[in-house]
C-alpha cells in the first residue's frame, strides 16, 4: 500500500493501468495509452518483496507476493489527483507558502525524468539541460506544506 499519500485522492477517479510487474505502491507512474500521470495505491500484480530483518527462527529472509488483492499481472490501480511525497531534485527546504516561506513556492510546476517510458526521477527542471535539451514531462505543482530532506508534496492531476 502506498505510504506517501500527503492528501487524499478521489476515489472515482482512480483507474487500474498497465504498469508492469515489480511496480510499488506509491510510485508516480505515466499510463503507456495516454501519457497521464498517476501514483500506483498498491504493488502492481506479480510483484513480491523480500523481508530480511524480523524474521522468527533462523529465517535469514523470506518472498512473499505484495501485489493488491486480486490484480492481474502487472496491473494497478492508480490515483490521477491528490498530493504525495516525492523526492524531487532542485527543491529548497522549507514552508511551501506562496508568499515568503524558506521552501520552493506552493504552485512551482515539478516534471518528470523518463527514460523508456518509465520516471526514473521528480525535478523542477522542464528539460534535461542538454544539446540539444529534452523535454522531461509535467507531472504537478508544489502543494502546501513543509519539504524535508528534498522530498516535497506534490499534488497531480493539476492542469499545466
Do not use: H
Not at 9 to 32: A, C, H, L, M, Q
Not at 98 to 104: F, I, L, M
Not at 121 to 132: Q, V
Not at 140 to 160: K, L, N, S
Amino acid at each position: 500500500m502506498a505510504d506517501n499519500l500527503y492528501k487524499k485522492y478521489t476515489e472515482s477517479k482512480t483507474r487500474r493501468w498497465d504498469v508492469g510487474v515489480g511496480v510499488f505502491g506509491g510510485t508516480p507512474v505515466i499510463n503507456k495509452q495516454n501519457g497521464e500521470i498517476g501514483v500506483t495505491l498498491a504493488d502492481s500484480g506479480g510483484t513480491t518483496r523480500t523481508e530480511t530483518s524480523n524474521l522468527p527462527g533462523s529465517l535469514t529472509s523470506v518472498t512473499r507476493r505484495s501485489a493488491g488483492v486480486g490484480y492481474d499481472s502487472g496491473i494497478a490501480v492508480v490515483a490521477r489527483d491528490g498530493s504525495w511525497l516525492f523526492e524531487v531534485t532542485g527543491v529548497t527546504d522549507g514552508e511551501t507558502t506562496p508568499n515568503g516561506g524558506a521552501g520552493t513556492n506552493q504552485g512551482t510546476k515539478v516534471y518528470a525524468t523518463v527514460t523508456s517510458g518509465v520516471i526514473t526521477g521528480l525535478t523542477l527542471a522542464a528539460d534535461d539541460g542538454g544539446s540539444p535539451a529534452v523535454d522531461n514531462t509535467y507531472v504537478g505543482i508544489i502543494d502546501d506544506g513543509y519539504i524535508v530532506d528534498g522530498v516535497a508534496p506534490v499534488e497531480i492531476g493539476v492542469a499545466e
